[in-house]
């Protein structure tokens, strides 16, 4: 079953709560409703563009050149530790 993330930002970009869970699909329907479920009304959701967030909820960045582990750093720390854990875990959202 797919799993969504989200990280906290605090000062100097430091992580804070961190939010995951499973979602039925990957599609934008099921990745929105995550985001709006685990996210307050005041907050700027930082992505790499994602459709499924909705726009004004969102700072997309654009990745260009740049690799999203740079971009969002800490959520893709996250899945990776993740995934060395459980070698079937399926990450979906960052």
């Not at 009304?41 to 994602?50: H, L, N």
């Not at 990745?63 to 990776?80: C, K, M, Q, Y």
Request: charged share 20%.
């Amino acid at each position: 079953m797919p799993v969504a993330g989200a990280v906290e930002l605090g000062d100097g970009n430091a992580p804070g709560r961190l939010r995951l869970a499973t979602i039925p699909s990957c599609n934008a329907k099921d990745l929105g409703n995550f985001a709006v479920r685990n996210t307050a009304t005041t907050a700027i959701v930082k992505t790499d563009g994602c459709s499924a967030v909705p726009r004004d909820r969102q700072l997309p960045h654009v990745v260009g050149d740049r690799p999203a582990r740079e971009i969002l750093a800490w959520i893709h720390t996250v899945f990776s530790n993740l995934k060395g854990c459980a070698p079937n875990f399926t990450p979906v959202a960052s």
